[in-house]
């Protein structure tokens, strides 16, 4: 899951390393201003990227690297 809001820029920048991760699980996208638990958890510190089984989180900022670490000590399949 990926915690985010609309219009945040770095939610997009996040996206977008994600993306390029090309990782092998469908990703949700949660969007924090529609729930008051969320964005108190969340509000400033979004994007998450969140595992639903796993109290894993990576917050923000990281860089291509530093996800694929993540995802690699999560055992998230990803295609460099």
Do not use: K
């Not at 994600?18 to 949660?30: G, H, K, P, Y």
């Not at 509000?43 to 639903?52: C, Q």
């Amino acid at each position: 899951m990926l915690y985010s809001t609309q219009g945040c820029h770095l939610c997009e920048m996040a996206l977008e390393l994600i993306q390029q991760a090309r990782i092998d699980v469908n990703l949700s996208v949660i969007d924090i201003a529609l729930d008051d638990a969320l964005f108190s958890r969340y509000g400033v510190t979004i994007p998450v990227l969140s595992l639903s089984n796993s109290t894993a989180e990576l917050c923000w900022p990281f860089d291509l690297q530093q996800l694929q670490h993540w995802l690699e000590s999560n055992g998230i399949t990803y295609y460099p």
